[in-house]
């Protein structure tokens, strides 16, 4: 949820770097993911990632194809949303005009988890996407604050009934894809398989993250194959968080390959602070980010030269200093350890091969 009441620096004006201490990693695999391997540490400094020794429960991934409906209708009205039988998500592709609108239906359960993301194509100048989620009754899930702008929402829905889901770009938006994901009833979580392009790596995400086109500037050593945005609003309701994403690319480029571990700098330092081993693989871990304005940038990356190519994940958290705002004003600190804990269980379940 991005709160258009703050100013939003953008990164590449970041002005000095912050630093981090070694720590030890301990993500605790939720029982709905899949089998995870315990890991082994070779090098030092030591940074270990362990799976929880709860047996884990495979999720039922056979419900979790994609099914993506084809482009609705442009005509006025109201556009509903059919799931597959069994299904738990469905993926919209539509375009919309820019400073036009167009709104959807979907139904679903009292107590049921639903989310809304938009991801947009590469190939189209970014646009801002204003979301806004209501009930068939009247009540308003997003934006959850009056005289603000939500760009995704995820919560549990207040009653069975019918929900509508208006998008409002600022700009023309292309064949985005629009994802509609409601849990099965007594599911907090469901999650989703990514194979990369090449089928050589893969791993699993909970809809507390969703597909999205990063819009920031480049942070990365290798470009994005998939970019997933922390979505889960009530970790951003009155609380200083901004944005937080999770990033996965790979390159085969010898050049970069061959400098793949090495540290790099977008606007700050970064410190390579030890090695971790992840279902066989050593990737190096380093940290870096900085400050400018009232906003704070952290990024770690885990990064690995494998069978010839570049592997790099990235988390990147931008929220605003605590001291900005008044005591009274009722935002308070984000819960960083389980949104780390949340990158770290996608990044347990990593397998490269």
Same mark, same amino acid.
């Given at each position: 949820m991005r709160y258009r009441l703050l100013t939003l620096l953008l990164i590449t004006t970041i002005l000095s770097a912050c630093?981090?201490?070694?720590?030890?990693i301990t993500p605790e695999t939720p029982t709905d993911s899949v089998d995870s391997v315990a890991q082994t540490v070779t090098t030092t400094p &030591?940074?270990?990632?362990?799976p929880s020794t709860e047996t884990p429960i495979p999720p039922p991934t056979s419900t979790f194809t994609p099914e993506v409906s084809p482009p609705l209708p442009r005509s006025g009205?109201?556009?509903p949303i059919h799931?597959?039988?069994d299904g738990t998500y469905v993926d919209v592709i539509d375009s919309i005009a820019g400073g036009s609108s167009k709104t959807y239906s979907v139904d679903a359960s009292k107590g049921q988890v639903m989310s809304i993301s938009v991801k947009q194509r590469l190939e189209e100048d970014w646009a801002y996407v204003p979301i806004q989620v209501t009930g068939q009754d009247g009540t308003v899930l997003c934006? &959850?604050?009056i005289n603000t702008e939500c760009t995704f929402w995820r919560g549990i829905l207040p009653s069975t009934q019918e929900y509508l889901v208006k998008l409002s770009p600022i700009n023309d938006i292309t064949d985005f894809t629009m994802r509609v994901a409601i849990n099965p009833p007594g599911m907090a979580t469901q999650n989703f398989l990514f194979e990369d392009k090449y089928r050589q790596a893969s791993f699993t995400y909970k809809d507390e993250f969703a597909p999205v086109r990063f819009p920031g500037p480049e942070i990365s050593k290798t470009q994005p194959e998939l970019s997933l945005e922390f979505i889960d609003t009530a970790s951003y309701v009155n609380t200083n968080l901004i944005e937080a994403y999770f990033l996965f690319g790979s390159s085969r480029d010898a050049s970069v390959v061959q400098s793949c571990t090495e540290p790099i700098s977008f606007g700050g330092t970064e410190n390579i602070v030890g090695d971790v081993m992840i279902h066989g693989v050593k990737f190096t871990k380093s940290e870096g980010g900085g400050v400018g304005a009232g906003n704070i940038y952290q990024q770690t990356?885990?990064?690995?030269?494998?069978?010839?190519?570049?592997?790099?994940?990235?988390?990147?958290v931008h929220y605003a200093n605590i001291g900005n705002y008044a005591p009274d004003s009722g935002i308070r600190e984000f819960d960083q350890a389980a949104l780390t804990q949340g990158f770290e269980s996608i990044l347990s379940s990593l397998i490269i091969q």
């Open positions: 630093s981090y201490d070694v720590h030890v &030591v940074i270990k990632i362990e009205g109201t556009s799931f597959a039988p934006p &959850v604050k990356y885990y990064r690995t030269a494998y069978q010839g190519a570049c592997y790099e994940v990235t988390f990147f």
